[in-house]
């Protein structure tokens, strides 16, 4: 029997995944990027003769598939991953660490909760009755802010902990965060094991994991979105932007909402609803280059400001993230720079008196895709068992991340090959 032919439209985490369990399966799986870039809303692009990633993608040690698919793309070494928790925080200058004790879960945070410097005595009574109750209550109701304050959290508390480890993770305010995902979050990351929540993240630039995880594949299109798509008995027909037609045994359907709207035509037909419930919210990158060599630390998080994390990526090189940023996603690119210089170099000792030498701007308006109250995410399966959904947006149990995005792929990929006759290597 020949191998079945598979199409993977869309080129990010989801569709990467997708297309390396099918390949993995013995399908020859032929992927459809709208992009000349693969990844998606995780890759790698030049600007000023510099390879910067379109954010500074981090993961913890507890997002084991995303691991799992940089290892299965032959590109392990190029992840780093901490020994233990250990986070610098900087307060108008003050510094202070958050750092993982040698003890079990949850006790672990307590040594360092104790001796962290931006927190008074009953503000560090307060968190940790929050951390308590997250551990208790499996399912919270409302918006997370709502959530925190019924639970004697204070401005002070949300500014010095909560604000600057939960918007990076959920890309939203607190007012806007679900408070069930976000007690996911600290639940998964922070409460049942002592090493879950290990920072991590690519030494090399994102762009060269994506193509060793496509290098196998049948063919890669770049440039090349699938506008259209329609089932027969034989299999799916799909169009393409550029009205070209090609047929496949089945297809993945790695895309955003609305391009996921557009292509099914009739997402009823197909038992999906609410795709056009989701909205979305940006993420920005300040890139800045300086003349004070490698600074002391691998990345630290910035308590009130706009820049909620740096990241150094390289000596004299700091990307600074920032999280729900919507406002900036048109300011230009001189004002952002300039703005976000005066935040990091007041912030930091070390650059007091360093001179900017160069600054980029990374925006991505679509960073994540947020789904109102009451909206049902779709499931990798779908009424017709050709079709599979995948995207880090899906109903995979984790919030719009590379965890989820490469979840979902592999659930795509699974759902395809349980569902239809084909002999395979799985």
């Known amino acids: 029997m020949a191998a079945p032919r598979i199409a993977v439209a869309g080129g990010g985490l989801a569709g990467l995944a997708a297309a390396l369990d099918l390949t993995g399966a013995g399908c020859e799986v032929h992927l459809f990027e709208r992009s000349r870039l693969l990844g998606g809303r995780a890759t790698s692009f030049e600007i000023d003769g510099h390879t910067v990633d379109n954010g500074q993608h981090v993961y ?22 901490q ?23 949850p006790w672990h945070l307590l040594a360092s909760i104790i001796a962290y410097r931006h927190l008074n005595f009953r503000r560090k009574l307060q968190l940790t009755r929050a951390l308590i109750a997250l551990s208790r209550e499996k399912a919270p109701q409302g918006n997370f802010a709502h959530w925190l304050r019924q639970h004697g959290q204070g401005d002070e508390t949300l500014r010095a902990f909560w604000d600057p480890f939960m918007v990076p993770a959920l890309n939203a305010p607190l007012e806007a965060m679900s408070a069930a995902e976000a007690a996911f979050v600290i639940r998964t990351a922070f409460l049942g094991d002592r090493g879950a ?29 699938v506008a259209a798509m329609e089932t027969y008995d034989g299999g ?36 999906v609803t609410d795709l056009d419930k989701y909205e979305t919210s940006a993420i920005v990158d300040v890139h800045l280059w300086h003349d004070r060599g490698r600074l002391d630390f691998d990345f630290c998080a910035l308590l009130d400001s706009p ?24 300011t230009p690119t001189g004002d952002v720079v300039g703005a976000m210089w005066r935040e990091v170099s007041a912030a930091l000792p070390e650059l ?3 001179q900017l030498v160069r600054g980029a701007v990374t925006r991505n308006p679509e960073g994540t895709y947020n789904a109102r109250p009451g909206t049902v995410r779709p499931a990798a399966r779908t009424l017709d068992s050709r079709v599979t959904i995948a995207g880090s947006w899906t109903a995979t149990g984790w919030p719009d991340t590379m965890e989820s995005a490469v979840r979902s792929g592999r659930e795509a990929a699974r759902a395809l090959l349980e569902q239809n006759a084909w002999t395979t290597k799985l």
């Not at 929540?197 to 979105?225: C, W």
């Not at 496949?248 to 790695?254: C, K, N, P, R, T």
Request: some cysteine.
């Open 60 to 81: 913890l040690a507890c997002c084991t598939e995303f691991t799992g698919f940089v290892e299965r793309a032959g590109m392990a070494d190029a992840l780093y991953l």
């Open 83 to 105: 020994d233990r928790f250990d986070v610098t925080v900087y307060s108008h200058g003050v510094r202070s660490e958050l750092r993982a004790a040698n003890l079990p879960a």
């Open 197 to 225: 929540a290990r920072f991590g993240y690519s030494k090399v630039p994102l762009a060269q994991i994506m193509e060793a995880a496509a290098r196998d594949l049948a063919s890669v299109r770049r440039g090349t979105a």
């Open 236 to 271: 799916v027909r799909l169009r393409t932007a550029d009205s070209q037609d090609d047929v496949f045994d089945a297809i993945v359907l790695a895309l955003p909402p609305r391009a996921l709207q557009r292509v099914l035509g009739e997402p009823n037909r197909f038992g």
């Open 307 to 330: 820049v909620q994390w740096i990241f150094q990526k390289g000596d004299g090189y700091l990307c600074c993230s920032l999280s729900a940023a919507g406002a900036l996603v048109s």
């Open 352 to 354: 007091r008196d360093a």
